[in-house]
């Protein structure tokens, strides 16, 4: 809470009268780190000036603008300390690969994506993606999250597009 006071430039007190606990303020964060997830995906998908392949690389490469649910160690806090909000964010990121689904299979059968398994593609892209939440990895390497899921997105659609 000190943190967050700090950061947001106000008290503790001032938090706690908007909020009625660390548990409230992080539904709050997990929420909005869905809806903007959720809401850079619709942009990427309905962008008509995107080709299909633009498009998976986008989506693919969302990541929640909220940077503390994207490092390991806040995640563990999180899952440690609020098991609710856990189950919360942990479902999301567990059943919201539709969209990434969809555009697969829609890539498939356009033959732009080549006729793999797409319960395998799926399993490598949510195994890849889920790696940007080590953050030690990135630190020792000196790369930011969200260069390193381009990378992994450069290197998952090079391998699946068709030439």
Do not use: C, H
């Not at 080709?51 to 690389?57: D, Q, V």
């Not at 649910?69 to 856990?86: A, G």
């Not at 689904?101 to 797409?118: A, M, Q």
């Amino acid at each position: 809470m000190d943190d967050l006071a700090s950061r947001l430039g106000v008290s503790k007190k001032t938090l706690y009268k908007y909020y009625s606990s660390k548990a409230e303020i992080l539904d709050e964060l997990i929420d909005l780190a869905i809806e903007n997830m959720e809401e850079k995906a619709a942009v990427i998908i309905n962008n008509e000036q995107l080709s299909l392949a633009e498009k998976l690389k986008g989506v693919i490469a969302v990541i929640p603008d909220q940077q503390e649910l994207t490092d390991m160690r806040t995640l563990n806090q999180i899952k440690k300390y609020f098991p609710e909000q856990w189950e919360k964010f942990d479902s999301f990121l567990q059943s919201d690969w539709e969209k990434i689904r969809n555009l697969v299979e829609l890539g498939i059968k356009e033959g732009i994506i080549k006729d793999f398994n797409v319960s395998v593609i799926m399993k490598v892209i949510i195994t890849s993606i889920n790696t940007t939440i080590d953050q030690s990895f990135f630190l020792e390497n000196q790369i930011t999250p969200e260069a390193a899921l381009k990378e992994i997105v450069s290197i998952l659609m090079d391998g699946l597009l068709e030439n």
